[in-house]
């Protein structure tokens, strides 16, 4: 099915030629499987942090971790699930009882690393994960379900034309990242 897809995508295009498109089988697997539990394609997951780095040894001292693991919480975002239980400062330690490197690695392979996102990659929109964090110094798991990212500026308009309401002269209308890309100039 979808190397009829990539084949029709490839011939149609007349100004086109010579294009080929690899789509890894890892991401057709998960677009098919994604597909038969959920009647439709729901994207890979995300789980809604910005991470840092702990390699730092007098860093991780500050935030109380005893091992050299873990990444730091920087940021959570305010639309995703898991900000009802981390909480920004929190160190992940382990992700699905998969320990979590200081350089944000998880073991992969026999003898190789690779990076902390590939774990969440593997997940579909739904799944429940179990994280271990350190929170001031003390250890707890837990749980929350992986979704995908929520855009507080949409992306795309479902395919219509925006909304708008006139009033006075003036033209109000939904932010979205197409019109702030078109009027990037004038907005700043």
Same mark, same amino acid.
């Given at each position: ?10 011939f ?29 394609? @729901?994207?890979?997951? @995300? ?11 007098v860093?991780?001292a @500050? ?8 990444v730091l ?29 200081c350089?944000?690695t ?9 990076a902390?996102?590939?774990?969440i990659?593997?997940?579909f ?31 795309h ?32």
């Amino acid at each position: 099915m979808m190397m009829e897809i990539a084949l029709e995508l490839h011939f149609r295009s007349d100004d086109a030629e010579n294009i080929g498109y690899v789509i890894p089988t890892t991401v057709v697997s998960h677009f098919l499987e994604d597909y038969e539990r959920n009647g439709k394609y @729901c994207g890979f997951p @995300c789980l809604g942090v910005l991470l840092q780095k702990l390699e730092n040894p007098v860093l991780r001292a @500050c935030l109380k971790v005893p091992s050299n693991e873990g990444v730091l919480v920087r940021k959570v975002e305010p639309t995703s699930d898991i900000s009802n239980v981390v909480k920004e400062g929190d160190v992940i330690v382990s992700f699905d009882g998969v320990h979590v490197g200081c350089e944000g690695t998880v073991p992969f392979r026999s003898s190789e690393r690779i990076a902390f996102r590939y774990l969440i990659s593997q997940k579909f929109t739904g799944d429940s994960v179990e994280l271990g964090i350190i929170r001031e110094g003390e250890f707890m798991k837990v749980q929350a379900v992986l979704k995908p990212r929520v855009h507080l500026v949409p992306y795309h308009i479902e395919g219509g034309q925006p909304s708008y309401l006139i009033v006075a002269g003036l033209v109000f209308t939904p932010l979205s990242e197409p019109l702030i890309e078109e009027e990037e100039d004038s907005i700043g």
